[in-house]
């Protein structure tokens, strides 16, 4: 497939964890991939990025201390460990793939981008 696939999502009380998966396509090896996540009635906003070879990475500094982002290129799968998570953190996760290299929090640099996977925190 050429477009991201995410999957991973689903409904979690606070404080617990989830892992959601991209499979990035098979045309993003060399590129830098992102996730982003858009709550209802909110903008698409950052949340993290790793680049081509997973060597640099960044995180939103909303969720720093709780998520990461890694990066498998036998399996050519982005991951996002959200730990500790909170209500605030329900959104659909996007996955998208960069135009170069390495990326970070602009939108305007992702090209392919996937349906997305819905995180739900319960209180």
């Known amino acids: 497939q050429v477009m991201p696939v995410e999957s991973g999502g689903g409904l979690v009380q606070a404080g617990e964890s989830l892992r959601l998966s991209c499979a990035a396509g098979r045309t993003s090896s060399n590129n830098a991939m992102g996730w982003f996540r858009q709550a209802p009635g909110e903008e698409r906003e950052f949340v993290a990025a790793?680049?081509?070879?997973?060597?640099?990475?960044s995180i939103a500094d909303s969720v720093k201390d709780r998520f990461s982002v890694s990066r498998d290129r036998v399996k050519n799968t982005v991951y996002l460990q959200m730990n500790n998570l909170k209500p605030e953190d329900t959104a659909v996760y996007y996955c998208a793939a960069a135009r170069g290299a390495v990326s970070g929090s602009d939108r305007s640099q992702y090209m392919r981008w996937g349906q997305g996977t819905q995180v739900t925190v319960s209180s």
């Open positions: 790793i680049s081509w070879n997973g060597g640099t990475s």
